[in-house]
């Protein structure tokens, strides 16, 4: 019910350091808890972290807490993944997804907007 565009996605060295941003539009971006996957080629879909529609629930990924930082900017309608410590196993499609709510899922079925993907390659 919203439309996502994301952009920041690259080729970084491992160690460095990735922002990626998630610019919503449509139906009032507030009402949204948003959410960022990621897909390695032959892989399953999984779960990165997600924030509430408030700003004050997040969750991560095991494989992610500590590096990486979820974000949401209500006045510019944008979410924000800030990927710190980035290492090869990161390289992936990053998607951004929305859903109308309250809560901050943890699975991909719960969301029913979704962005193209920005390709993120981590390099030895």
């Known amino acids: 019910q919203v439309q996502l565009v994301e952009s920041g996605g690259g080729l970084v060295q491992a160690g460095g350091s990735l922002r990626l941003s998630c610019a919503a539009s449509g139906r009032t971006f507030s009402s949204y808890t948003m959410g960022w996957f990621r897909q390695a080629p032959g892989k399953d879909r999984e779960f990165v972290a997600t924030?509430?529609?408030?700003?004050?629930?997040?969750y991560y990924a095991d494989s992610v807490k500590g590096r990486f930082t979820i974000s949401k900017d209500n006045a510019k309608n944008t979410v924000y993944l800030q990927m710190n410590s980035l290492k090869p196993e990161d390289t992936a499609v990053y998607y951004c997804?929305?859903?109308?709510?309250?809560?901050?899922?943890?699975?991909?079925?719960?969301?029913?907007?979704w962005g193209q993907g920005t390709q993120v390659t981590v390099s030895a």
């Open positions: 997804a929305a859903v109308e709510g309250w809560y901050a899922p943890r699975e991909a079925s719960s969301y029913d907007s």
């Open positions: 924030i509430s529609r408030s700003g004050a629930v997040r």
